[in-house]
DNA sequence: AAAAAAATCCCCATTTATGGGGGTTTTTGG
DNA sequence: CCAAAAACCCCCATAAATGGGGATTTTTTT
């Protein structure tokens, strides 16, 4: 029985380039690929896919949008995908990978789906103020600066630094950037 | 008369993507891929291309190899690429950009070709050593762990930091790590 | 072999950041 | 309205980074 598979991804390209190359598998059924998250939901009820392969930028709202059931979810990277959403994923297609090594791991998925993608627990979650602190941060912006920028005394940045820190668990300026990279908090325009 | 239009593209998904995209396009003729540079510059003596789309990582590379010649050069970027690798392009074209707005870039990028693609010049250089110190920053380490890992002072550290800053003009660390991260110095894995 | 560049090392004063503690005032959700 | 969470503020000691100023020894290039 041919495994059913959802695409999820907002680019063009790479929506043609998976098309092509799976449209003629003989144990792949494509559904008609979805660009974006708003319909996800509909979709899922109405095409009924034992897996969905979604843009890792995507990874949080597919898991929640695929509520308990049995689908496997890949997570297809371009880039840079941090760890802890890595792990929402049964397993990760790297835009670089072969036909073949897709074909692998999407029937390997289907099997996975047995077990349905539970939303992963205790994942902590920043708060606004936290995170407005951390894009500052990884901006490169001290202490000082940040306090001005909000209003805020530096003793009140630090506070949230401290909590920011014991949340991710991520202690370095260096890493605390990669981790608003990771997360799109900010962009590649942050080198002035 | 149809624009040549060469691809330069390690990734099969986005080859496939922009072929089936752009092969029945009227004013574009497609050359047959390349996924690698080994071969690129036999390629352009061979193909006559009047505009490369090229991975935005083999920037450099790919602008030497068309050493002078009236090519257009395109940048294809996934994610995150600095203002210096961009600027050796006459355009970028993002994965996320619609087919039509790919064939205008390269029609654009066609006309560009008569004045060729010149490498951009005053780039500065980090030495070896400031290379190996700025990974250690990015990651996330102090002076006195990269001391004790290159086996040299803390001040040495420091004095290579100081002519990293000198160098790229950039002081935060985050900035930096943003840096290594966009010339692929470091990866997403530095968030241990 | 001489000059230039890279790599190494050192000191000092000042600024920032870290890690620990303690609080109060707003906001928010039930 | 009340409790919990979030946002805010403060102090201290120590650690680390920054921004100046030097210097010497290797390597590389000419």
Redesign the pocket.
């Known amino acids: 029985m041919k495994t059913r598979v959802l695409i999820v991804e907002p680019s063009q390209i790479i929506v043609e380039g998976l098309v092509h190359m799976l449209q003629d598998k003989p144990n792949i059924k494509l559904l008609s690929p979805e660009y974006n998250l708003q319909y996800l939901q509909e979709r899922i009820v109405a095409g009924k896919p034992d897996v969905m392969l979604v843009n890792a930028n995507m990874a949080a709202q597919a898991v929640k949008a695929c509520g308990g059931k049995k689908i496997g979810v890949l997570g297809l990277v371009y880039q840079y995908v941090d760890p802890t959403t890595r792990s929402l994923f049964c397993d990760i297609v790297d835009i670089r990978d072969s036909g073949v090594a897709i074909v692998d791991k999407i029937v390997r998925a289907a099997s996975y789906s047995s077990k349905p993608c539970e939303p992963t627990t205790d994942r902590y979650?920043?708060?606004?103020?936290?995170?407005?602190?951390l894009i500052e941060?990884a901006k490169g912006?001290?202490?000082?600066?940040?306090?001005n920028k909000?209003?805020?005394?530096?003793?009140?940045?630090?506070?949230?630094?401290?909590?920011i820190?014991?949340k991710t668990g991520i202690?370095?300026?260096a890493g605390l950037t990669v981790y608003a990279l990771l997360n799109n908090l900010i962009d590649e325009n942050v080198l002035e």
């Not at 979650?125 to 602190?133: F, P």
């Not at 912006?141 to 306090?147: F, G, P, Q």
């Open positions: 979650e920043l708060t606004k103020r936290e995170t407005t602190v941060v912006l001290t202490n000082k600066e940040i306090a909000l209003n805020v005394s530096t003793y009140t940045v630090i506070s949230h630094r401290k909590n820190v014991s202690k370095s300026v």
